[in-house]
Structures are given as C-alpha cells and as structure tokens.
C-alpha cells in the first residue's frame, strides 16, 4: 500500500476530520480518489462520443425542414 501526501486548506481538514471523525480515513480518501478516476475516463469517454458525432455530421449533407418533418411521421406509427 503506498503512502501519499497532499496539501489541503486547514478549513477543508477540520470539516473532513470533524465529519469522519470515526470513521477509517484512508478508505474514504481512496474511495474519492477511485470515484475521481472514473468521472474523468467517464469525461474523457463522453468528449470522444461528441467528437466521434461531430466528425460524422461535418460529412452529412443538410436536409430542408420538409425532408426532416417527412422522416420524422414515417418512423411514427
């Protein structure tokens, strides 16, 4: 297991000690750490998809309000 070491403000230490005061520190803080991990490969996954529609919409060729309008009741029942 590897030890760490980062700065924080006094002010956020305190909240964080008087709010898990008994409970297992390291586990919280690997806990938010792991949860950080995943936001950002769940960021990064989102702007690849965003990316990945915009390319293809720079290749497809507009269509009138009419031809969208069209599409749009054929697909309904």
């Not at 403000?9 to 803080?29: C, G, H, L, M, V």
């Not at 936001?39 to 009138?64: F, G």
């Amino acid at each position: 297991m590897a030890t760490v070491s980062y700065s924080v403000p006094d002010k956020i230490k305190e909240q964080f000690n008087r709010t898990f005061a008994r409970e297992n520190k390291s586990s919280i803080i690997a806990r938010l750490m792991m949860q950080a991990v995943e936001e950002r490969r769940v960021y990064k996954e989102r702007a690849r998809a965003i990316d990945a529609l915009l390319k293809l919409r720079r290749t497809r060729k507009p269509i009138t309000t009419k031809q969208f309008n069209e599409a749009r009741r054929a697909g309904r029942p």
